[in-house]
């Protein structure tokens, strides 16, 4: 049974995986390919579902389905988000991801694609690893811990973006992009890695410095388009 959100475009859906349901917010055209958007470290905050409702509106139409990682919480500072993340089980993060992709083929798309930011980057990017149902991967500023995915066993293409002035370092910072690139050369897929001078880390978020990352963040959207739109 769909309700809608309070910002009038969702629908909200409950999807089931072995002994867990967790809630998903679902945007965009019926019966397009579909893309799962994936949460940062902060939950499921306007800044998803902006991304997601972008998504959904791009070349001719996606659907676009958010899963709630977090089973409702949304982090509003950095300690509290960073508890979030901590106590995330990421093994059941990526089932979600697998339901999410299933619910998609499912319910009318016919291919599906995962997209992530921070957090949901490297969730993206494993997932790409490890869910056979994905068809292709954007991720955005983030990359899985070595315990999590290899990216040279990558199945799915990837296309990845990172910020030149990231100070995550191992996990979203050039050292960390330029090593995931060097393990997707390895493994054969088709896989783009793109780094944005000037840019910092979640530079794809609303914030005040957005105005000066317009250039990279339309470049972005550009590139993410014509990547879905060859695999979907």
């Known amino acids: 049974m769909a309700a809608a959100n309070d910002a009038g475009q969702f629908q909200k859906f409950q999807i089931q995986r072995e002994n ?10 019926q019966n397009a390919p579909g893309v799962v958007v994936l949460q940062e470290w902060w939950g499921v905050n306007n800044d998803i579902k902006n991304h997601a409702i972008h998504a959904s509106q791009i070349g001719g139409g996606y659907r676009a389905l958010i899963p709630d990682l977090y089973r409702g919480k949304v982090a509003l500072d ?24 299933k619910w998609l083929k499912q319910n009318g798309s016919s291919k599906v694609g995962v997209t992530g930011y921070c957090m949901g980057g490297a969730l993206a990017i494993a997932s790409g690893v490890l869910v056979r149902e994905v068809d292709c991967v954007v991720a955005f500023y983030g990359t899985p811990s070595s315990e999590l995915a290899d990216p040279s066993k990558a199945l799915a293409p990837i296309q990845a973006h990172f910020a030149e002035l990231d100070t995550y370092v191992g996990f ?21 890695v ?4 000037g840019c910092s880390h979640a530079f794809m978020n609303a914030s005040p410095e957005a105005l000066e990352n317009q ?10 388009a014509t990547w879905m739109g060859r695999f979907l």
């Open 172 to 192: 979203a910072d050039v050292t960390a992009a330029k090593s995931l690139e060097e393990k997707l050369k390895s493994c054969g897929v088709p896989h783009e």
């Open 78 to 101: 950095a300690a509290e988000a960073r508890h979030l993340v901590e106590g995330l089980d990421w093994q059941g993060a990526i089932k979600d991801i697998q339901a999410s992709v």
């Open 20 to 29: 867990t349901t967790f809630d998903a917010y679902v945007v965009g055209k």
């Open 215 to 224: 250039g990279a963040i339309d470049l972005a959207w550009s590139r993410f």
């Open 194 to 197: 793109h780094i944005y001078p």
